[in-house]
């Protein structure tokens, strides 16, 4: 049997595919640039990005009072006074990782919007799978209406624009309730540590 090559004409569609979707990511991208630098300031998100940024760059201790206090100015323009919440770093180091790819990006705001897409695309990931999970095989037009309203519904916009941790947290354990159903034990095991980051809000 011989081997089936691409032709030109399937490399042009696979291409035109690819261009489309860099041009709906790039958009997407710009939007939420636009929509970080008028809504919120990210608090729960500036807090890891600036221990990560102050770890790498600076050798600085992440968890200083130095890089709370730069939280502090972005959220409230000035040091937080006795009572307000101090934006400590509190997830717990390994997890910083995770922030590593965006502390590279020196603009918070632009941090923000490649965190908000990221974020966006987790949602989609999270109704998809809680769908799954629940062996549920709902009419098209219902799964896109359930994805548009994953986007759009208040909690997820405000967690949106707050630069929340709580969409990778919700989706770390679905994807662990995942992967324990199909008897993957590791990766359930590696999931679970990731939701260690806010144990508060996981329990």
């Not at 958009?27 to 990210?42: K, S």
């Not at 947290?169 to 939701?195: K, P, Q």
């Amino acid at each position: 049997m011989k081997k089936r090559f691409l032709t030109v004409k399937d490399i042009r569609a696979i291409l035109a595919v690819i261009l489309l979707v860099l041009v709906l990511a790039a958009g997407l991208l710009a939007c939420n640039g636009w929509l970080a630098g008028q809504y919120g300031v990210g608090a729960d998100f500036l807090s890891p990005w600036n221990g990560t940024r102050a770890f790498l760059f600076e050798q600085a201790e992440p968890y200083s009072r130095t890089v709370a206090e730069r939280t502090q100015v972005a959220v409230y323009g000035r040091a937080a006074r006795e009572g307000e919440f101090p934006y400590a770093l509190d997830v717990p180091f390994p997890i910083l990782l995770l922030f590593t790819p965006f502390a590279f990006i020196p603009d918070p705001v632009w941090a923000r919007a490649v965190w908000m897409t990221l974020s966006e695309f987790g949602l989609l990931l999270l109704a998809t799978y809680a769908l799954r999970l629940a062996e549920w095989q709902p009419k098209r037009w219902f799964t896109f209406l359930l994805l548009a309203f994953s986007l759009t519904w208040f909690y997820s916009t405000a967690a949106l624009l707050d630069g929340s941790l709580a969409i990778l947290l919700v989706l770390a354990l679905v994807g662990a309730l995942v992967a324990m159903r199909d008897y993957n034990d590791e990766l359930a095991g590696f999931l679970l540590a990731i939701t260690a980051m806010k144990w508060e809000v996981t329990l």
